[in-house]
């Protein structure tokens, strides 16, 4: 496993089931990541300085998720020169509806790349994050290359009917 490249943030613990495939996809791409678990609302100070610190321990992408008034990625976007995806989580109150707008609309100067709410997110941030690394890393690169030829090759494989 490489060092730890990708930051994953996400704000309540509860969030854990819906990131594992994130943690899953990164794993089988061997990037190498680090989990917290950090409330923009309850824990901001903490928020601001993990974002800040980001960059200097080594970290290349910011992954946040979070759900309801889900201003995570937002905050950690206005404190890090990294680039942040944010993974909208589903909620029973709106569906999620509300943590897709807080996620994506951004003020102006402060982009966070946002995916989608439910099982598609959290798994398409890890390989957006893996993208992002692979424009400084051949190797890395090679990977998206290979996994995407695979799964190329699958829906073709799949889309003969006898």
Partial sequence: MSNKQVLIVMGSRSDLPAMESCMKQ????EIGYEVRVLSAH???QAVLKLSSEAKDRGIKVIIAAAGGAAHLAGVIASSTPLPVIGIPIQTSAL???DSLLSTVQMPSGVPVATVAIGKAGPKNAAILAVQMIGLADASVQQKIIDFKKAQADKVLADS???
């Fill in 95 to 97: 569906g999620g509806m």
């Fill in 160 to 162: 003969v009917v006898e």
């Fill in 26 to 29: 990164l794993d089988e791409f």
């Fill in 42 to 44: 309850r824990t901001p």
